[in-house]
């Protein structure tokens, strides 16, 4: 479809029932971005007669904070913030991605490699991406893409996952026939971040963009970790799922983030284990006299988090499937609580005047009175806060957020059903 017909389609009852399931109350002003992005890549490629639209979400962590990198359990879901595309095979021998802001970002098919000197690019995430599909019998050629971004950076909410997701789609689609899976594409993705831009990630990120909606993730096997979609409607619950902006600054806290998993490798060590999951909770319970001398106490408390939140997720799942809200509710206060008391990834050590994350919760704590539940929202120490909000107490819920931490702090999100995908296929 060339680009005229695709603004026309835009006002078909079709393309606007997409809409609705990909971005609910939110549509509208979906589909003038998707006009917009069909007019950028008018002015940066000029006329195409293949032009295909695509989406990719960003997701929102729910249960298992720092689970995932001992092989844990995690409760995930796709968000109604995405990165769209709208791309189209190419003649030459090179992949052109125009991302809206940026540079534009070329890829030699002539080489495909890992390249040391583009690791933390785009580049690196576009090559890997390809490089991968490559290995798996894809004939990748050449394509024009322009790309738009509505995922909030430092949001936690995985802008990179859902790019990698995205450029993923986009060579499923045009050169092999979709024959790759949602997970697949997720692996993929984590493929590149790993490999070619040298972040060691776990899969969650990538696995909520691209396979959608609620679903849990067992990690316990890495190279077939077991995903599975919830059968629920989230909207129906009564709540709003905020995510908010504790204001807080991510520079320096790499030692903060490392701290973490290096505390519980020594655990493991010490124990003859790779990660905790492979550690029976009794058998770390009989051994805390030996790792209290060997490793500290604040080794103990993190791993205490993990067999917490890991047996958290599957209730939490049962709860919501079961329409047991209260129950749901209970358990998101009870990873907070856990991440603050055991895991600590709330306060950086040390500090005194600035202490966001905290001071975002406890104005959850104030403004909620009981009501709904909040929690740390991913790494921790800076970033966000989760908090789902009964929708009665919505608006006087974000004004006393925006009026603590400034305007535009709290963003009300929606669950998305629908992951990483093609427009109108």
């Given at each position: 479809?060339?680009i005229?017909?695709w603004?026309r389609?835009?006002?078909?009852?079709?393309?606007?029932e997409?809409m609705?399931?990909?971005?609910?109350q939110?549509s509208?002003?979906n589909?003038?971005?998707?006009?917009?992005l069909?007019?950028?890549y008018?002015?940066?490629f000029?006329e195409?007669e293949?032009?295909?639209?695509f989406s990719a979400?960003?997701?929102?962590?729910i249960?298992?904070?720092?689970t995932?990198h001992q092989?844990?359990r995690?409760?995930?879901?796709s968000?109604?913030m995405?990165?769209?595309?709208a791309?189209?095979?190419?003649?030459?021998?090179e992949?052109?991605?125009?991302?809206e802001g940026?540079?534009?970002?070329?890829i030699?098919?002539?080489?495909?490699s890992?390249?040391?000197?583009?690791?933390?690019?785009t580049?690196?995430?576009i090559?890997?991406?390809?490089?991968?599909?490559?290995?798996l019998?894809?004939?990748?050629?050449?394509?024009?893409?322009?790309?738009?971004s509505s995922?909030l950076?430092?949001s936690?909410?995985s802008?990179?996952a859902?790019?990698?997701?995205l450029i993923?789609?986009i060579?499923?689609?045009?050169?092999?026939e979709?024959r790759?899976?949602p997970?697949?594409?997720a692996?993929?993705?984590?493929?590149?971040?790993?490999?070619?831009?040298?972040?060691?990630?776990?899969?969650?990120?990538?696995?909520?963009?691209s396979v959608?909606n609620?679903?849990?993730?067992?990690?316990e096997d890495?190279a077939?970790?077991?995903v599975r979609?919830l059968?629920i409607e989230?909207?129906?619950?009564?709540?709003a799922?905020?995510i908010i902006?504790?204001g807080?600054?991510?520079?320096d806290?790499t030692?903060?983030y490392?701290?973490?998993?290096?505390?519980?490798?020594?655990?493991?060590r010490?124990?003859?284990k790779?990660?905790l999951?492979?550690?029976p909770?009794q058998?770390?319970?009989?051994?805390?006299?030996k790792i209290?001398a060997?490793?500290?106490?604040?080794a103990?408390l993190?791993?205490?988090h993990?067999?917490?939140?890991n047996?958290r997720?599957p209730?939490?799942?049962?709860?919501l499937?079961?329409?047991?809200i209260d129950?749901f509710?209970?358990?998101?206060k009870e990873?907070?609580?856990s991440?603050w008391?055991y895991l600590?990834n709330?306060v950086p050590?040390?500090?005194?005047?600035?202490?966001?994350m905290a001071l975002?919760?406890?104005?959850?704590?104030?403004?909620?009175?009981g009501?709904?539940?909040y929690?740390v929202?991913g790494?921790g120490?800076?970033?966000?806060?989760?908090a789902?909000?009964?929708?009665d107490?919505?608006d006087?819920?974000?004004?006393?957020?925006?009026?603590?931490?400034?305007?535009g702090?709290c963003h009300v999100?929606?669950i998305?059903p629908v992951?990483?995908?093609?427009?109108?296929?």
């Amino acid at each position: 479809m060339n680009i005229d017909a695709w603004k026309r389609e835009l006002k078909n009852a079709g393309f606007q029932e997409k809409m609705h399931q990909l971005y609910g109350q939110k549509s509208l002003e979906n589909t003038a971005r998707y006009e917009k992005l069909l007019e950028m890549y008018r002015e940066t490629f000029g006329e195409s007669e293949t032009l295909a639209l695509f989406s990719a979400p960003g997701r929102t962590e729910i249960g298992g904070n720092h689970t995932d990198h001992q092989h844990g359990r995690v409760l995930a879901a796709s968000v109604d913030m995405d990165m769209i595309a709208a791309a189209s095979k190419a003649e030459a021998k090179e992949i052109c991605v125009q991302s809206e802001g940026y540079p534009m970002c070329r890829i030699s098919l002539e080489d495909l490699s890992m390249k040391e000197e583009e690791k933390n690019s785009t580049a690196a995430l576009i090559r890997g991406v390809a490089a991968r599909f490559a290995e798996l019998g894809c004939k990748v050629e050449g394509f024009h893409a322009c790309v738009m971004s509505s995922v909030l950076p430092g949001s936690g909410i995985s802008s990179s996952a859902a790019f990698e997701v995205l450029i993923g789609n986009i060579i499923n689609a045009l050169f092999f026939e979709n024959r790759v899976s949602p997970v697949e594409i997720a692996q993929i993705g984590q493929y590149a971040e790993n490999v070619y831009f040298g972040k060691p990630s776990g899969l969650m990120d990538q696995t909520a963009s691209s396979v959608g909606n609620m679903l849990t993730i067992d990690f316990e096997d890495t190279a077939n970790p077991v995903v599975r979609r919830l059968d629920i409607e989230f909207e129906k619950s009564g709540l709003a799922l905020c995510i908010i902006d504790s204001g807080a600054d991510h520079a320096d806290l790499t030692d903060e983030y490392a701290a973490i998993p290096l505390e519980l490798k020594k655990i493991c060590r010490l124990l003859g284990k790779e990660v905790l999951r492979e550690i029976p909770e009794q058998e770390f319970m009989a051994a805390i006299p030996k790792i209290r001398a060997e490793v500290g106490d604040r080794a103990i408390l993190r791993a205490l988090h993990f067999y917490g939140d890991n047996e958290r997720v599957p209730k939490q799942a049962r709860a919501l499937e079961e329409g047991d809200i209260d129950t749901f509710l209970r358990l998101v206060k009870e990873s907070g609580y856990s991440s603050w008391m055991y895991l600590q990834n709330i306060v950086p050590c040390g500090s005194k005047e600035h202490q966001e994350m905290a001071l975002a919760l406890a104005l959850c704590d104030r403004l909620l009175n009981g009501r709904g539940a909040y929690r740390v929202h991913g790494g921790g120490f800076a970033g966000t806060v989760q908090a789902f909000v009964p929708i009665d107490m919505l608006d006087a819920f974000r004004q006393g957020m925006e009026d603590a931490l400034g305007e535009g702090s709290c963003h009300v999100l929606s669950i998305r059903p629908v992951g990483g995908t093609q427009i109108l296929v």
